[in-house]
């Protein structure tokens, strides 16, 4: 049998998403995820015109050839565009091979390593009472991890803060179209001041701890905004409110930074959203300068890259904290449960629902229950795409925003 057919698939649910449909010889259909947040089409054309005709006629079993002829083949190695088309391929390749056993993917991975994926949700609040009654509501469903990020005073709009209220659906999707919903032409940029944040966080932790107790998981996301000596600070005076997990505190490809956090405090650190490959942690592993690592498998180089990875992290005590935002479709988000179920350096994994409309279009049989995941049992990956709905949504350019610091110099996002 062999590859027989390889088609692009471009679909905006509600955001973009890029996905590959892979075809073989007797008919069999593997997806696979390659969305990059605000860069899609990048890897439309890496895939359309220089991936896919070197396919046809492969043999689809040979998925780790078939990696290592994308990742060494075309002497261009890594970078964020490549690994996502490396990702769509290994990870279209991999749903094949378990629709063939008939096992649902965990099981090629070596079985079931546990009965459920704790998860944990996105929790925030332009106000610190807007953000106890998300985090409250969440508790109530059984839930018991979240990740908090809070409006900060005296800044406008920063990163993770939801625009829904407390009871409404939660909305928060960081890729934004224009504001009446056609292609955005640019991205909007927002205002950041680190001081203002330093001030103001760590009262937050205190305030929750206080009116929360002890046993809910508390996950933060500095979103690579801090220099070192304040990411430094800012672990060490969170070290009383026992947070689960500080993420990118620094800029995640300075690997080094870390050394200086890692000596102040004992806060846990996670890193490695940004990430595509197994040198990006390198020394972050040799090193134990993280407890967790953050990659998805749609940006590290798919099921056969992020393995890899947590293979050599599990070496090392590091565990595992999949990248689940909506920007991962539900097929890169499958393919991390179906990992997270397999290897014993689980961690945590995000759940970041997806849209009503994207799960109209892609049909999932993961579940979510009692704050736990798990990637149900139907052979493969688990998720099909509706291609006929997918071609009623055609691509609507949209962007991350952009940060500037209030002086007007431009910063990390
Ligand atoms: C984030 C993401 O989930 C996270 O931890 O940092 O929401 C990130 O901002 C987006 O994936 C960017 O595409
Ligand atoms: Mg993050």
Redesign the pocket.
């Known amino acids: 049998m062999s590859i027989e057919k390889v088609d692009v698939i471009v679909t905006s649910p509600g955001r973009n998403f890029v996905t590959l449909k892979i075809t073989t010889s007797d008919g069999i259909v593997g997806w696979g995820d390659g969305t990059l ?2 860069r899609e089409l990048a890897v439309v054309a890496y895939l359309r015109d220089h991936v896919g005709p070197t396919l046809i006629g492969r043999n689809e079993d040979n998925i780790e050839d078939t990696w290592q002829y994308l990742y060494r083949g075309p002497y261009w190695r890594r970078g964020p565009v490549t690994m996502a088309s490396i990702a769509a391929v290994d990870m279209a390749l991999w749903d094949i091979k378990a629709k063939k056993a008939g096992v649902p993917l965990y099981q090629l991975l070596g079985g079931a390593s546990r009965s459920g994926l704790r998860a944990y949700v ?1 929790a925030s609040g332009a106000t610190y009472e807007d953000l106890l009654d998300v985090i409250r509501g969440y508790m109530a469903q059984g839930i018991t991890a979240v ?1 908090v990020q809070t409006g900060i005073p005296g800044l406008g709009q920063v ?2 803060v939801a625009s829904s209220k407390p009871g409404e659906k939660y909305n928060y999707e ?2 934004l179209r224009s504001a009446d919903g056609t292609a955005a032409t640019r991205p909007a940029e927002e205002t950041w001041d680190s001081r203002a944040y330093l001030n103001y966080m760590p009262g937050v932790f205190k305030r929750l701890r206080e009116d929360l107790g002890t046993e809910i998981r508390l996950l933060h ?1 500095g ?1 690579h905004r801090l220099t070192p000596i304040e990411a430094a600070r800012l672990a060490r005076e969170l070290e009383p409110c026992d947070l689960f997990w500080l ?2 505190p620094t800029p995640a490809e300075d690997q080094t930074a870390l050394r200086l956090v890692r000596r102040a405090s004992t806060t846990p650190l996670a890193t490695g ?1 940004v990430f595509n490959s197994v040198f990006d942690y390198q020394t972050l592993i040799t090193e134990r300068l993280i407890d967790y690592v ?1 990659s ?1 498998v749609t940006h590290a180089g798919g099921v056969t890259g992020l393995k890899r990875i947590l293979d050599f992290a599990g070496i090392y005590g590091i565990k595992s904290g999949i ?6 479709s539900p097929i890169g988000m499958a393919a991390g449960l179906h990992i997270d179920m397999a290897i014993h350096n689980f961690g945590i994994q ?1 759940y ?1 629902p997806h849209s009503e409309e994207t799960l109209k279009v892609f049909h999932t049989s993961y579940t979510f229950k009692n704050g736990f995941l798990h990637p149900g049992d139907t052979p493969g990956l688990g998720v099909e795409l509706d291609e006929e709905l997918a071609a009623a949504y055609p691509y609507t350019a949209a962007y ?1 925003p952009v940060n500037r610091l209030t002086d007007g110099t431009m910063y990390d ?1």
Do not use: C, F, I, K
């Open positions: 947040n605000g996105h990740r990163y993770g960081p890729a996301d979103h993420e990118d959203e953050r998805s990248h689940g935002p909506t920007d991962v995000e970041m991350l996002w």
